[in-house]
Nanobody, 120 residues
Framework: QVQLVESGGGLVQPGGSLRLSCAAS????????MDWYRQAPGKQRELVAG???????NYLDSVEGRFTISRDNAKNTVYLQMNSLKPEDTAVYYC??????????????WGQGSQVTVSS
């Protein structure tokens, strides 16, 4: 199995910045895509940003230009740098990965979630 451990959430004022990290561990053969999702109260979970193993990225329109996703393949870690945060960015952010462990087929995994609150 693959474990995804997130860190870096918290409370920040509008216009501020936060960086989320998500480290994958386990008997990992290969990690394909790594993504960040978020879920605000009363809303559906949505894809915020994703990155392939080759570094190709995609973003939710509302965060384009403010958020940057990156990954360190040697450390099996994905990051989400969030700048110019807005109150509407408030949500629980979840790390998600498509990965393969030794001897098994590809599967998807989720982190535990990190609360990000943007408020003055």
């Amino acid at each position: 199995q693959v474990q995804l451990v997130e860190s870096g959430g918290g409370l920040v004022q509008p216009g501020g910045s936060l960086r989320l990290s998500c480290a994958a561990s386990g008997s990992i053969f290969r990690i394909y895509t790594m993504d960040w999702y978020r879920q605000a109260p009363g809303k559906q979970r949505e894809l915020v940003a994703g990155i392939t193993s080759g570094g190709i990225t995609n973003y939710l329109d509302s965060v384009e230009g403010r958020f940057t996703i990156s990954r360190d393949n040697a450390k099996n870690t994905v990051y989400l740098q969030m700048n110019s945060l807005k109150p509407e960015d408030t949500a629980v952010y979840y790390c998600h990965a498509a990965a393969q462990v030794f001897g098994q087929s590809r599967n998807v995994y989720w982190g535990q979630g990190s609360q990000v609150t943007v408020s003055s």
